[in-house]
Each structure stands twice: as structure tokens, then as C-alpha cells.
């Protein structure tokens, strides 16, 4: 079986437009347009973002290796996004603040300005004017921000793994920060409730 | 409390899935994931001519010592001792796949790479077309193959025909390129020219390209 859809046909764009529009509707209902619920994940109060991408993360997973047993898939064609050191620790950094800060990340805030939430408009906005200005003065910091290219490294080959052991262990790592952080959420709200 | 009871069971219910996909896939047996190109593909790249280079070409790119290009006789090493193409490295067609001790292709790093572009040859087409095709199959890029081999080189490149009277002016022009070209290649003679006996140049692989970057 071949790939469902060819990367460079005309129907790439239509099937992007539908997948992105899927996307931002399980977005909105699993409840990530609203800020606060996102910004729980800081303090303490609600783990949902967490465990949704946690979630995502371990269904695509194991989908995409059984997708490639049976020939459905040619992982080797899948883009890796390449791994710099220096700027993956700050931008990570920055991503962080950003995120308590605003209480959006860059795909929930567009999904939030969809359905009309004004605070997630201008966290757009801000967005796109960053966007501007890391362009104007991309060359003040090109250096760094390509500086340690570790190319397309995955963590089960940096750590001499098997990549289904890995996936196991990473399952598992998944299942029980559902139960730690459900643990910790039912804490901080029976605290919160006293006030 | 027996709401949150039956949540429980769900989740519980649902990691076990997870789980349980998981360790089925650490016990399923290793599927080989052989690049192999297959049998309509290779078919269809073997009706395209587009493979050949023609002596013409090849001749122009020695003279230019253009580097990209590798030449490679796959004939015997005593027909390659004998006479060889400037600059061409030597791998027999019996021992394009001979492997290292760690079960590696020897000449993988030459034949699969995106630097030079290899242009086979032996004495007629078919070995090299031989080698192509098996090379091919494997999906090793940057192949090509010199149409009508050493034999076509010598006939046209070494001794060239003087085209009729009423030939065109791009046949007199490749014509006078070829006697050109005979004389930087020794004129008429298949003696064996003085060659250089540096060993064949190791390519190494490029380590990814750069592409676009994807984000979240």
C-alpha cells in the first residue's frame, strides 16, 4: 500500500485545511482556548494540557510504528526537526514564559481567537510581531541560533535503545504521570476549596 | 463516588491498551526495512534511457577535469591494469556487494552517495548496465552508465571518422571536438597510457541536508 496522499500534489493544501480545521476542534474540545485551563498546568491545579499531549503523543506513537509494520508508512520520509542545543534551551525557555505569561501557546491561541476570545487575539498578534522582529534581527544572533546542530537526533539512538523498549518505557512513564499529576490536582483543589 | 469509580475503570482500562500495544510491539519480530526499490519502479527506470551519458560527454568532462564526476570500470583488474579512463577507479562487477566484516557493503560509500555522479563502464554496454540495474534495485542514486563502453569510446573519441562533405555544422564541430579530444587521450593508440595509481577517493556521505525547519 502506498501513501494515502502524495507531499506534492495539488490535494496536499485541501487535506492540510481539513486536518488543520480536525485539529483545532478537538483544540477547543478538550477545552484548550481557555487560558486559564492551560496555565493550570504551572500551578498546579489542572493537568489536562499535559495529559492530552501526553496522550497524542503515545497514540502517535505506537500508530505510527504499526503503521509502519504493515507497510503503511515510510517513517525514514517523515521530517525530525533538527536539534540545536544552544537554541533549544532557550527557546524552550522562552516557549515556558511565554506560555505562563500568556496562557496560550502559538495553536491554542489561534484556536481560542476562533471562537472570539479577545485576550487570545492579542497573544496573536504579539506572536506575529515576534515573528517580525526575529526575522529583522536574524542575523544579530544566526550564530547561535544555529550554533550545535546535533541533526535530526532521536533520544531512543542517543541512548543505544531499542525504539519500541523505549516506546514501552515512555507508555509507562506517560501512565503514571496521569497519576501523579491527577494526585497533585486533587490536592490543590481540596486546598483551594478551604479558601 | 461511583461516578468517579467508573472513570477510573476507563482510564485503567485505557492504559492497559497502551500498554499492552506497546509491549506488542517490543515482542513482534523485526520486519526488515530493506530500501529495495520495487519491481514496476525499477522496471520503469530501466525503459528510461535517461541513465546513459554518452562518450562525447564523458570525454568533455575528463578533459574539463570536472570532479564530480567518477568514473568506474567494473571490468576485470587485469582488463583495468591494462586500460582504463583517466581518473576511473576500478570495481569489478563480481564484487560490487563483497562486504566488509561487519557485514557492510565495501564500496557503499562510492556507489550510494549525492557528491559525484558515478558513470559506469566496461567493454560493451552490458556490464555496466548490469551493475546500474542491480544498483538500482537497491535504490543507490547518482548511477549512470557510459553507452556503448570502452568499445564506442575508441571509435568515437579515439579515432574518430571524418563525417561526409555534406555533414552538418554540429557534426563537423563534434567531429573536430572528437579529433581534438583524440589527440589529449593519445591519439589513435590503445596502448595503455601512463596512469596515476592513487587509490580510489573514499566518499563520505552528506550528513542530511538542510531543510525547511517544522515547527508545532
Known amino acids: 500500500m502506498g501513501p494515502l496522499f502524495n507531499a506534492s500534489d495539488e490535494w496536499s493544501f485541501v487535506i492540510a485545511l481539513v486536518i488543520g480545521i480536525a485539529f483545532g476542534y478537538l483544540l477547543e474540545s478538550a477545552g484548550f482556548s481557555s487560558s486559564r485551563k492551560l496555565a493550570g498546568v504551572f500551578y498546579g491545579y489542572d493537568f489536562v494540557v499535559l495529559q492530552v499531549f501526553f496522550t497524542a503523543a503515545i497514540t502517535a506513537a505506537i500508530g505510527l510504528l504499526f503503521f509502519e509494520y504493515f507497510g503503511w508508512i515510510d517513517l525514514s520520509d517523515i521530517w525530525v526537526n533538527r536539534f540545536y542545543t544552544g537554541s533549544a534551551i532557550l527557546g524552550g525557555a522562552l516557549m515556558g514564559i511565554g506560555f505562563v505569561i500568556g496562557g496560550f501557546c502559538p495553536g491554542t491561541s489561534a484556536c481560542a481567537s476562533a471562537i472570539g476570545k479577545i485576550d487570545a487575539m492579542l497573544f496573536l498578534g504579539g506572536f506575529i510581531i515576534g515573528v517580525i522582529l526575529f526575522d529583522a534581527f536574524y542575523p544579530l544572533y544566526a550564530g547561535f541560533y544555529k550554533a550545535g546542530n546535533q541533526g535530526p537526533v532521536k533520544i531512543y539512538e542517543s541512548l543505544g535503545m531499542d525504539r519500541e523498549v523505549f516506546l514501552l518505557l515512555f507508555v509507562i512513564v506517560a501512565i503514571a504521570s496521569f497519576v501523579a499529576t491527577g494526585y497533585i490536582q486533587q490536592k490543590i483543589s481540596h486546598k483551594s476549596k478551604k479558601y | ?216
Not at chain 2, 555522479?117 to 552508465?145: E, H, M, P
Request: proline share 5%; glycine share 6%; hydrophobic share 40%.
Open chain 2, 1 to 216: 463516588m461511583s461516578d468517579t469509580r467508573i472513570i477510573k475503570k476507563r482510564y485503567i482500562f485505557m492504559a492497559s491498551v497502551f500498554i499492552g500495544l506497546a509491549l506488542l510491539l517490543v515482542i513482534l519480530p523485526k520486519k526488515s526495512t530493506s530500501k529495495q526499490l520495487k519491481p514496476e519502479q525499477l522496471l520503469l527506470q530501466i525503459n528510461d534511457n535517461n541513465r546513459y551519458v554518452s562518450t562525447d560527454e564523458v570525454a568533455r568532462k575528463i578533459i574539463a577535469a570536472d570532479s564530480y564526476m567518477q568514473l568506474i570500470d567494473v571490468r576485470s583488474p587485469g582488463e583495468y591494469a591494462e586500460f582504463h579512463l583517466k581518473g576511473a577507479i576500478n570495481i569489478p562487477i563480481d564484487s560490487i556487494f563483497n562486504k566488509d566484516e561487519k557485514g557492510n557493503y565495501v564500496y557503499e560509500d562510492i556507489l550510494n552517495q549525492d557528491i559525484k555522479t558515478n558513470v559506469f563502464y566496461s567493454n560493451g554496454t552490458v556490464y555496466a548496465n548490469q551493475v546500474w540495474i542491480l544498483l538500482k534495485r537497491l535504490n543507490y542514486k547518482n548511477n549512470y552508465v557510459m553507452k556503448g563502453g570502452l568499445n564506442r569510446w575508441i571509435e568515437t573519441v579515439i579515432r574518430p571518422k571524418r563525417p561526409p562533405v555534406t555533414a552538418t555544422v554540429n557534426e563537423m564541430a563534434l567531429y573536430n571536438f572528437r579529433k581534438a579530444a583524440s589527440m589529449y587521450f593519445g591519439g589513435g593508440s590503445v596502448a595503455a597510457p601512463a596512469e596515476d595509481n592513487t587509490p580510489a577517493p573514499i566518499i563520505k556521505k552528506k550528513a542530511g541536508k538542510e531543510e525547511e525547519e517544522g515547527g508545532c
